[in-house]
């Protein structure tokens, strides 16, 4: 029963619409979910673990995942899914765990802005939104690159696949 309610939330996730009963979120856990990358561990060891299992590169793509490097305050990393490029040097991504909103931590934030700050325009330096200032954050985070996974569900699928969880007994969906 465990199993079958994390199958529904995953699949409410990938359709952008997660349960408030499904978080706090972990960001690996849910970059995992959302993009459908199998890795696991802190968000640092994502790049490295990639390697030869995963195309990588500098270069964001919908439905990849931008792996950031360990920071002082981010010693594990962090990992964001990319939900949309609006110019070649910024995009959205759904990522959890990293503004706190309405002062919770473990949140998912739906299509935030990331700016790719580096000089030489190779997305190795970026800045995202911070919720609590309402406008990018002051810190420019290195970042190893993109993990690019399978292209993201169609609306068709994911309507398939909530139509499918919906229709679940209650005492699964639930548990």
Known sequence: MAKMALIAAMLLVSAGAAPAAAGPWQCVTFARTFSG???????????AQATGRYDQGGVPRVGGVLVFKPAAHMRVGHVATVSE?????EI?????NWSPVDGRRGEIEENVTVVDTSAAGDWSRVRVWYAPLRDL?????????FIYGKASATVETTERAIAAVAALPVDLAGS
């Not at 990358?37 to 790049?47: C, K, P, R, S």
């Not at 959205?92 to 959890?96: F, K």
Request: net charge positive.
């Open 92 to 96: 959205r991504v759904t990522h959890a």
């Open 37 to 47: 990358i199998a890795l696991f561990g802190n968000a640092a060891t994502w790049w």
């Open 85 to 89: 490029i609006v110019s070649p040097r």
């Open 137 to 145: 954050g002051r810190t420019d985070y290195a970042v190893f690159g």
